[in-house]
């Protein structure tokens, strides 16, 4: 099975432009998590989806969006981008989003905002 | 509320035991999770547990589990240097819907 994919890689992007950036789970997993991490705040939770439903969200701004698409597939979205948004952002799927399940982590994508 | 906390660094002799400390808050919490990282690397799942067991081995990793200081540890037996990355300890909860909270990742030198 094919692990979970992340594109772009590698982005930069200047402050007040937007970003989206896409997750591909692993086939049959359903449930996908975004985090931001940085090296002064560590790992925060973004959002969940499951089933094309945002189940859950953490604290951040609502210039951070994302959704998830029938194929789990899913997307996220910052707008109009500030210096602090620079920060890896790694997407996580499981089968059912329950706590029993195994997350997979992507490699991330490196969003630098100058 | 939902905190994880654990120290920044440790270092090591190769071959010596590690221990990596990890305190929680959220009493709710279902599972506890240590993750490794490496340079440019996403996250790898190390092991977990089950918040009523007390401890898990497997091969090498050790984790212990006090419920009611809510601390958490993972001990790494004959450290290699190849053990050198960042280790994130995690809680996950339902809340309706799936929630991790990490840690801020405890960076593990292991000196040759």
């Known amino acids: 099975k094919a692990g979970v994919t992340q594109t772009p890689r590698y982005l930069i992007k200047t402050r007040g432009q937007q970003v989206t950036l896409s997750c591909s789970p692993i086939?049959?997993?359903?449930?996908v998590s975004w985090y931001q991490q940085t090296p002064g705040q560590g790992l925060q939770f973004l959002f969940e989806?499951?089933?094309?439903?945002?189940?859950n969200k953490g604290n951040f701004p609502g210039r951070f969006s994302g959704r998830q698409f029938s194929n789990s597939r899913s997307e996220m979205n910052v707008s109009t981008l500030e210096l602090g948004d620079s920060a890896l952002y790694l997407c996580?799927?499981?089968?059912?989003?329950?706590?029993?399940?195994?997350?997979?982590f992507g490699p991330g994508t490196r969003l630098t905002v100058l | 509320g939902e905190d994880v906390e654990q120290s920044l660094f440790l270092s090591v002799r190769e071959g010596d035991s590690s221990v990596i400390n990890c305190t929680y808050t959220?009493?709710?919490?279902?599972?506890l999770y240590w993750y490794k990282q490496e340079p440019g690397a996403g996250l790898q799942l190390l092991t977990y547990?089950?918040?009523?067991?007390d401890m898990k081995q497997d091969q090498r990793l050790t984790v212990l589990l006090n419920k009611k200081d809510k601390h958490l540890s993972l001990r790494i037996a004959d450290t290699q240097t190849g053990d050198s990355a960042i280790y994130f300890c995690?809680?996950?909860?339902?809340?309706?819907?799936?929630?991790?909270?990490f840690g801020a990742g405890t960076r593990l030198f292991v000196k040759a």
């Open positions: 959220d009493s709710s919490s279902t599972y």
């Open positions: 996580a799927s499981s089968p059912r989003g329950v706590t029993t399940d195994t997350q997979y």
């Open positions: 547990i089950f918040s009523n067991m």
């Open positions: 086939s049959g997993h359903r449930s």
């Open positions: 989806y499951f089933s094309e439903t945002q189940r």
């Open positions: 995690a809680e996950s909860m339902d809340t309706g819907g799936f929630k991790t909270i």
